[in-house]
Nanobody
Framework: QVQLEESGGGTVQPGGSLRLSCAAS????????MGWYRQAPGKERELVAV???????KYADSVKGRFTISRDNAKNTVYLQMNSLKPEDTAVYYC????????????WGQGTQVTVSS
């Protein structure tokens, strides 16, 4: 079992920044992928960014150049640095875990609210 604990959500003005953190605990396989998805009310959950244990990354087109995903393998923690935030970034952000970079998430965090509003 893997547990994911998220933190860092909040409310910011357009153009502001937030940094999300997600710490994984439990039976962590050394080769894995962790990332972030987001979901707004009435919309489907969408991938934001994913990073493998080897450091390979992928981003949604809507966040490229603004968001940066990183991880600390020793701490089993993944981060999402969000800059130049826009109102359309408002959503609940969920941390994810899978065994493979190419696999759909097996575990989810509880979600953390990000609100971008003036």
């Amino acid at each position: 079992q893997v547990q994911l604990e998220e933190s860092g959500g909040g409310t910011v003005q357009p153009g502001g920044s937030l940094r999300l953190s997600c710490a994984a605990s439990g039976s962590i396989f050394s080769i894995n992928a962790m990332g972030w998805y987001r979901q707004a009310p009435g919309k489907e959950r969408e991938l934001v960014a994913v990073i493998s244990s080897g450091g390979s990354t992928k981003y949604a087109d809507s966040v490229k150049g603004r968001f940066t995903i990183s991880r600390d393998n020793a701490k089993n923690t993944v981060y999402l640095q969000m800059n130049s935030l826009k109102p359309e970034d408002t959503a609940v952000y969920y941390c994810s875990y899978s065994y493979s970079y190419y696999q759909s998430p097996l575990y989810w965090g509880q979600g953390t609210q990000v609100t971008v509003s003036s």
